[in-house]
């Protein structure tokens, strides 16, 4: 997913509210020049709302991703080539694996919301299945079909509606959308680093490959 003449755009903190109630609440956030190949320290510092990490903390590669739940690429990318790039690499404790939600307009941030709303064990198969159904709740009826889903994690309704009006965690999910475009010139979806490098778009595994093997050679 680009994002149109260098912008991001992005909910303001009740973007959840207003999506929801018919508003079109957003701001414009101006992207400062790209920054080739930031540093694996740098990159390493979770956002306010901390990291999802998958894989052992002794990897000898960490693999930082940036999508945004409504983008279709990145649906792509989680339900044909995550599997295996998780069975070959993470499970085995050659990769650890970050994952940063990179909301790009006020669905996907909404989304994203919900998800961080969800018992943290439960997170991971939350956004699977996001990225899975993307085509059924990310167009008509957006707000039932997110319900729905986050139904399976036990959320009620009164959560659900509470969940989306919780600007702590839309201002944690902006925030590091932020740092993402201005310290790391992340403009599009997915983006990837690993140890690092940055690798664009929705990749075949042997893109990664090349890139861990560079990394961590065996």
């Known amino acids: 997913m680009k994002t149109d003449r260098r912008s991001v755009i992005i909910g ?14 957003s701001a414009i956030m101006d992207v400062a020049d ?24 002794q990897a000898p590669v960490t693999i930082v991703e940036y999508a ?13 080539t995550f599997p295996q790039l998780k069975e070959k690499y993470i499970d ?28 943290k064990d439960k997170f991971i198969p939350m ?12 167009n008509q009826n957006a ?24 600007e702590e965690i839309a201002k944690g999910l902006i925030d590091t959308s932020q740092r993402a475009t201005k310290e790391f010139g992340v403009d599009s979806t997915p983006t990837f680093f690993v140890n690092g490098k940055i690798l664009k778009g929705n990749r075949p595994l042997a893109d990664f490959e090349a890139l861990i093997k560079e990394a961590a050679p065996t």
């Open 34 to 57: 790209a920054r080739a190949d930031p540093s694996p320290e740098a990159l390493a510092q979770a956002g306010p709302l901390g990291d999802v990490v998958l894989g052992s903390d």
């Open 92 to 119: 085995t404790g050659k990769v650890k694996f970050i994952f940063r939600e990179m909301p790009f307009d006020d669905l996907a941030l909404a989304a994203a919301m919900v998800a961080r709303c969800v018992p």
């Open 68 to 80: 945004s739940l409504t983008c279709p690429h990145c649906a792509a990318f989680a339900t044909e």
């Open 12 to 25: 303001s903190a009740l973007a959840g509210v207003a999506l929801f109630a018919g508003g079109t609440l």
């Open 143 to 166: 707000r039932q079909e997110l319900f729905n889903i986050a139904k399976l994690s036990g959320m009620t309704q009164t959560q659900f509606d509470e969940c989306l009006k919780n």
């Open 127 to 138: 956004v699977e299945m996001l990225f899975e159904q993307q085509k059924q709740w990310a």
